[in-house]
């Protein structure tokens, strides 16, 4: 680690603590994380914890030039509109063709659970917010990375306009595939964790995850879901099973 990175660092502790930070280093001070009972997953704790103990929530991913954006894949599910696809659900697959064929003007991003104003935006309405561009690299779990610009709006933000309960501790990403995930508060209030509509400065595609994807820069790429639905803030955890990462044998936490 280099100095500059550790002014930064302190810099960043220094400055960056505002009430909703404040409020989630409390709410998250102890029993994290999730654990499962599970010999195999006792890296997943001990990982969770240095993470948290070392680093300040405001450490910033490392952000990249125009000129460094690369190619990038489309893994898993790149259009939850088709039967075909593994992830596929009738439950919202057959809604998000549907969707897509009005260039998403009828989709709604809900807001639920643990926040004083549930509510539903639409694109116009998260655009509305200010919003932040940031060049990052994406990692996938299966080794690869590619780097890409993307545009959004914090999930702060989105947080804040919905009022955020001070019991809230997980925010949770619902998709139109079967896939669902869910990350701590410390990595929801990340100022580059953000809810994404454009990429490489075009709408975001469908493959990338049209018309709205999480960017989670602090961890792997799995986390960053994409064609979100809905948003659930919940104060238990809960690591949403069938649906969530352990299905594939992934960390819940994935920190990077
Ligand atoms: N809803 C949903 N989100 C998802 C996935 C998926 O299959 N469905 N795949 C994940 C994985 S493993 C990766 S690496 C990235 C891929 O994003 P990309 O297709 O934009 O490269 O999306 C993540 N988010
Ligand atoms: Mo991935």
């Known amino acids: 680690m280099t100095s500059t990175k550790l002014i930064t660092r302190r ?24 654990t499962y009972g599970n010999l195999l997953r006792i890296g997943d704790v001990l990982t969770y914890k240095a993470h948290r103990l070392l680093l300040p929530e405001r450490t910033l991913a490392k952000e990249y030039a125009r000129s460094e954006i690369t190619s990038i894949a489309a893994i898993g599910t790149t259009d939850p509109g088709d039967a075909r696809q593994e992830l596929f659900t009738p439950d919202y697959g057959e809604d998000y063709a549907r969707l897509r064929g009005d260039d998403f003007a009828d989709w709604r991003l809900e807001v639920e659970g643990s926040v004083a104003r549930p509510g539903s935006y639409s694109l116009a309405d998260l655009k509305r917010f200010p919003s932040r561009t940031q060049i990052t690299r994406h990692q996938c779990e299966e080794g690869w990375s590619a780097i890409a610009e993307w ?21 949770q990403f619902y998709c139109y595939d079967i896939v669902a995930d869910g990350i701590d508060m410390l990595d929801a209030l990340h100022p580059q964790t953000i809810l994404a509509y454009g990429m490489n400065g075009r709408d ?7 018309p709205l994807r999480a960017r989670v ?18 104060d238990e955890f809960d690591d949403l099973g069938p649906y969530g990462p352990l299905r594939n044998g992934w960390a819940w936490y994935a920190g990077i």
């Open 11 to 34: 810099q960043a502790l220094i400055t960056g603590v505002s009430s909703l930070g404040g409020l989630a280093l409390a709410g998250c001070s102890d029993e994290l994380p999730p």
């Open 151 to 171: 545009t959004g709006v914090p999930l702060r933000t989105v947080l804040e306009a919905s009022g955020v309960n001070a019991s809230a501790r997980f925010v």
């Open 204 to 210: 975001l595609p469908v493959a990338h995850g049209a």
């Open 217 to 234: 820069e602090t961890q792997l790429g799995y986390k960053s879901m994409k064609y979100l639905r809905k948003i659930v803030v919940t």
